[in-house]
T-cell receptor, first 113, second 114 residues
Framework: DAGITQSPRYKITETGRQVTLMCHQT?????MFWYRQDLGHGLRLIYYSAAADITDKGEVPDGYVVSRSKTENFPLTLESATRSQTSVYFCASKREDSGNTIYFGEGSWLTVV | GENVEQHPSTLSVQEGDSAVIKCTYSDSASNYFPWYKQELGKRPQLIID?????GEKKDQRIAVTLNKTAKHFSLHITETQPEDSAVYFC?????????????FGQGTTLQVKP
């Protein structure tokens, strides 16, 4: 379970500030994902990446930026945080050959005030 | 867009009873249906999954059934225990490709009363 880690685990920031959530995995999984979890909405895909330097939008990408210069890291940046981005953010990953089975990190609780 | 509907949103059962959570999906190309359990403050954890070429799968006290024609699938937990109390999420793959992109239901909060 320690194979995918997120930091920071808890963050409070102000509206308009830039925030970066980090995700690191030690499994060498090809695919990585960012989901946000909000009450009543379940988990919604923000961005995903099929490999280093390959990223694509999910269901709710507006206001977020991602990069993947190395296979093991997939940071998520909120360029100008808004209150509506208060949420729990989960990073996830999967192997190239594991079908659609994904594994989640511990989550990052973000509050925008 | 494609979506997954999950019912009920909350479920309370007595210890030892069975619990059933139902999901319907809209993308007819979906071919993978996992169920995740999330305890308070923790990450979602995969508990069981089923692929579209199988109608039922069982793992000890939990089972999942899939009706492709009706586009719905269900989670069945028998002999519930207090430690089964958690939020359960169903999900469906976006299309049939193995990209790992999932559409999640809204979640069901299961409370098992001792």
């Amino acid at each position: 379970d320690a194979g995918i880690t997120q930091s920071p685990r808890y963050k409070i920031t102000e509206t308009g500030r830039q925030v970066t959530l980090m995700c690191h995995q030690t499994w060498s999984h090809s695919y990585m994902f960012w989901y946000r979890q909000d009450l009543g909405h379940g988990l919604r895909l923000i961005y995903y990446s099929a490999a280093a330097d390959i990223t694509d939008k999910g269901e709710v990408p507006d206001g977020y930026v991602v990069s993947r210069s190395k296979t093991e890291n997939f940071p998520l940046t909120l360029e100008s945080a808004t209150r509506s981005q208060t949420s729990v953010y989960f990073c996830a990953s999967k192997r190239e050959d594991s079908g659609n089975t994904i594994y989640f990190g511990e989550g990052s609780w973000l509050t925008v005030v | 867009g494609e979506n997954v509907e999950q019912h009920p949103s909350t479920l309370s059962v007595q210890e030892g009873d069975s619990a059933v959570i139902k999901c319907t999906y809209s993308d007819s190309a979906s071919n993978y249906f996992p169920w995740y359990k999330q305890e308070l403050g923790k990450r979602p954890q995969l508990i069981i999954d089923i692929r579209s070429n199988v109608g039922e799968k069982k793992d000890q006290r939990i089972a999942v059934t899939l009706n492709k024609t009706a586009k719905h699938f269900s989670l069945h937990i028998t002999e519930t225990q207090p430690e089964d109390s958690a939020v359960y999420f169903c999900a469906a793959s976006r299309g049939s490709s193995n990209t790992g992109k999932l559409i999640f239901g809204q979640g069901t909060t299961l409370q098992v009363k001792p």
